[in-house]
Structure formats: C-alpha cells, structure tokens
C-alpha cells in the first residue's frame, strides 16, 4: 500500500497506463525452489529445539509439490497460503497520481474505490460478466494519510497459488503437548518420590545414628563402672599394705590374691574391647593352625575357673568320641568360649549349673554351651549379638557388662567360616550353639 495525500486525490485528473513496449517472463527452476530454497526454509523454521514438524507444500489443485516425508499427513497443526498476491493485480501509484474515479477503466480491469471496504455485492452490482474486477478500499486510519490496499479479486479474497501444511512428528501438537505433560508429570513425580525417599531415608539414619550413640553412651557408662569396682578394690587392698594395717603373712596374701584377682579381671576387659575394636577395624589377624577342640575348651573353662569357684558352679563336660581337629586360631576361640562361659555364670538366677558339649557332622563341629538362667526374650534374641546391645531386664536388674561379649563372640565365629545361633527362653535358660567348619 502507498499513503496518497487527501488533497491529490480531489484533483480531477484521469489516470492513464503507459504504454506497453514488451514483456518481461520469468521462469523458476522447481528443483531449485524444492532441493535449494524450499529444504533450507523447512530446516531453519521446522527443525531443531527438539521440535520436528513434518511440511508438505500443495498446489491449488491439492497437488504435493514439496514434502519432507513420505505418504500424505494424517492431520494439520496449521496452514498458510503462499504467494497470495499475483504481479498483474499490483499497481504502482505514485504521489503524482491525481485524482482516481470512483469507478475507473484500465485495460480490461475495472478498479472500484470506496472510503470503506467494497461489498462482494457492491462489486456484482458494478460489474459486467465479463469484467475482471480488483477492489481497492481507502481507509483513513486516525488524523494521517489514506491508505490504499487490494483486498480483493472479482467480489472474493484471493487465495494463494501454494498451500503450506504443517504437522508435528508426534502425530498433532495437542499429542505432542499431552506427551510433553505427561512426561513433566511423571518427571516431576520422580523427583518428588526421590525427595520422599531421601527425606525417610535421612530420617532412619539420623535414628539410627542417635540409637548407636545411645548404645555407645551406655557402653562407655557401663565399662565405667566396671572398671571402677577392682580399681576401687585395688586401691583399698594395696593402700592397706602400703598404710602397715595388714601384718599377718595370711592376710598379706590374701591381699596379694585380691589384687591379683581384680587386676587380672581388669586385664580381661581391656583384651575384650581391644578385640572388638581390632575386629571392627578389619585390622584383627587370625593365626590360623590345627587345634584340638577339646584343648581350647578345657583351656577357656581354666581361665574362667577362679569365677567359677567363686560363684559355686558346677561344670559338665560332654565331648564326643574321636573328635576332629579344626583350622583355626587356638586363642581367639578360647576368647570366644570364655566369653559364654562367663554369659552363663553372669545370668544365672541362681541356677548354678553350666554344661559344655560338641558333636561333629556334616563336616562341621557342634560347639554348646547351655545353662538354667534367666533366659532371653523372643525380642531380645534378635538384637543380642549386636554391639552395645544389652536389654532392658538386664539393666534394670544392674548386671554388670558392656555389651560386647556377644558381639565379639560372633565375629570370631563368623571369622572362622561359622555361625552361632541361640535357643532360649525367659526363665528356662539359654542354649548358645557354635558351628565350626573342619576346615576353612
């Protein structure tokens, strides 16, 4: 469209074409236009960003005359006509060019003016059946200039020579969108139930964490307070020594026993958490040999003997005939025997009574250690071998320990290729059963 002043067009002057010396004819190569200019538009507009549009270019007769892909498109995302203004419907109109009738002959065409937009039935009135009409509206937009538009050809917009068909490779965009939903749904879902299960699992651990403290709280407690029992009696027996009250020879080594006895208990406990804390480390080395089993029994109950007397137990023994030796470290499982051995005289409810027995099979040599104390509960079995672990009875009852006997027992045992296992029952006894492999 060009402005053309108001005034101009008042001036009555008529309009003429000038005259025509020849023609000018171009000719398009369609290889060019579909291979050259048509393949590089498709990339740049159609292509990329994750988005890939299937394009197919028609001709008025619904010909295809430039696709991307193969077969006809099931749906249209969206139209648009091309080359929608033919070169012989433009006129050029300068500011020199006067005043334009309402109604004006160039050639066979017939131009139509009206300050708003021409009717279709305007034009049919106007129009004889052979004129090829372009209808031209002048519409004054605000305080400027005229504007001048075609719009359009014989009473009717004109459409586009091609017609360009787009769809999206999905299938339609509304598929499309509904699958990029969808998949930002689940998406977001996931990081949802991931947060979810990171918020839980942060939880459990920070329970678990504070349980262990706990455990270990208790357990610096508890091996507190027996330390300080043969200390406290060390201290006593050897400051009444030093002090001159003992005179007597008798009483002198009856003295020299107690700190013995005390010292050596406080040996014992000191070996027993360096063990643990050797074995936790990975750092604990097992000196594997041929052993006698019955040899580091009788060897455990020895050392355990002085308590055993001091507490009036009676021990029995049952060892099996011809009884196979093992590979294994002669010293750690007379550690771990001793550790039930002293389990059974610690819970004992006053059923003085301990019986040791072994049985071979299966390649296996059977290791128990039953006694008649107190028992363990059903939800107390679950938690015994754990490091810390001692029940609530037991504290309340103010048992001496620190929760690691049965812990380390299990380690060595499970160092050896083994496995231990308990049957027990509150005021029935416990039975602690150790399986060793003959050879690891």
């Known amino acids: 469209t060009r402005e ?3 005034q101009k067009l008042n001036t009555k002057s008529q309009f003429k074409l000038p005259e025509k010396y020849g023609y000018l004819i171009v000719v398009l190569d369609e290889k060019v236009i579909k291979d050259g200019i048509l393949n590089s538009l498709v990339k740049k507009y159609f292509t990329g960003d994750g988005n890939n549009y299937k394009v197919s270019i028609n001709n008025s007769n619904n010909q295809i005359v430039f696709q991307t892909h193969d077969g006809k498109l099931t749906s249209k995302d969206s139209t648009a006509k091309l080359f929608n203004l033919k070169p012989n419907n433009l006129f050029s109109f300068s500011k020199e060019i006067g005043n334009l009738n309402s109604d004006t002959q160039i050639g066979e065409k017939k131009i139509i ?6 009717s279709t039935s305007e034009i049919s009135e106007t129009k004889n059946k052979n004129e090829e009409v372009v209808s031209i509206n002048i519409n004054k937009i605000g305080e400027g200039k005229p504007r001048i538009a075609v719009f359009e050809e014989n009473g009717k917009p004109f459409e586009g020579i091609w017609t360009l ?5 999905s299938g339609s965009l509304e598929i499309f969108i509904a699958n990029t939903r969808r998949r930002n749904l689940l998406i977001s879902f996931g990081i949802l139930s991931l947060l979810a299960v990171s918020i839980i699992l942060i939880f459990f651990s920070s329970q678990k964490a504070k349980l262990l403290a706990q455990k270990q709280m208790d357990f610096v407690s508890s091996v507190s307070h027996e330390f300080r029992t043969p200390l406290a009696v060390i201290y006593s027996a050897s400051e009444n020594l030093s002090d001159g009250v003992i005179n007597e020879q008798e009483k002198m080594g009856h003295y ?3 700190i013995k006895r005390e010292g050596k208990k406080l040996s014992g406990m000191v070996e027993q958490i360096l063990e643990f804390a050797g074995a936790n480390s990975g750092k604990q080395k097992y000196d594997f040999r041929e052993v006698s089993v019955e040899k580091f029994i009788n060897e455990a109950v ?9 507490k009036g137990f009676v021990v029995e023994k049952e060892f099996a005939d011809n009884l196979p030796k093992i590979n294994a470290d002669e010293k750690a499982l007379t550690l771990a025997i001793q550790n039930l051995i002293n389990n059974s005289l610690k819970y004992s409810n006053g059923n003085k009574w301990l019986k040791i027995s072994t049985q071979s099979g299966d390649g296996n040599v059977k290791i128990t250690v039953a006694d008649k104390g107190i028992g363990i ?3 107390d079995k679950k938690h015994i071998f754990e490091p810390f672990y001692r029940s609530k009875n037991v504290v309340d009852e103010q048992i001496s320990g620190n929760g690691l006997g049965l812990s380390l027992v299990k380690q060595i045992i499970e160092a050896h290729g083994g496995k231990i296992l308990v049957e027990s029952e509150i005021g029935s006894g416990s039975k602690f059963i150790v399986h060793l492999p003959l050879n690891i």
């Open 4 to 6: 053309i002043d108001t």
């Open 113 to 118: 003016f009206s300050q708003s937009r021409t």
């Open 165 to 169: 068909n787009v769809q999206h490779e």
């Open 256 to 258: 020299g026993n107690l």
């Open 302 to 310: 020895a050392g355990c003997q002085p308590l055993i007397d001091e």
């Open 377 to 379: 509960s059903a939800k």
